[in-house]
């Protein structure tokens, strides 16, 4: 079985997260399109920068370990 990108859980289906982190990138990337329409272009980086930088309280907890797996796989979007 494949391992989700973010933890130790079974990701299965050949899926880079497992459900929880599945979830929480989801809401990423509706937040981000939020974003991309206020400030007119940001980079997926450089979103994930910003995020990363708020308090953990704004993000969660599964969303930071998201950003922190997508963080360093740069090349994908
Ligand atoms: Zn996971």
């Not at 450089?46 to 930088?53: A, C, F, H, I, S």
């Amino acid at each position: 079985m494949k391992k989700c990108a973010a933890c130790a859980r079974e990701s299965g289906d050949g899926r880079k997260y497992c459900r929880y982190h599945a979830k929480a990138l989801e809401q990423l990337k509706s937040h981000y399109d939020s974003w991309v329409e206020a400030y007119g272009g940001i980079s997926w980086q450089d979103y994930l920068q910003r995020l990363q930088k708020m308090e953990e309280e704004t993000t969660g907890q599964w969303v930071r370990e998201v950003i922190e797996a997508e963080m360093k796989k740069k090349e994908e979007v």
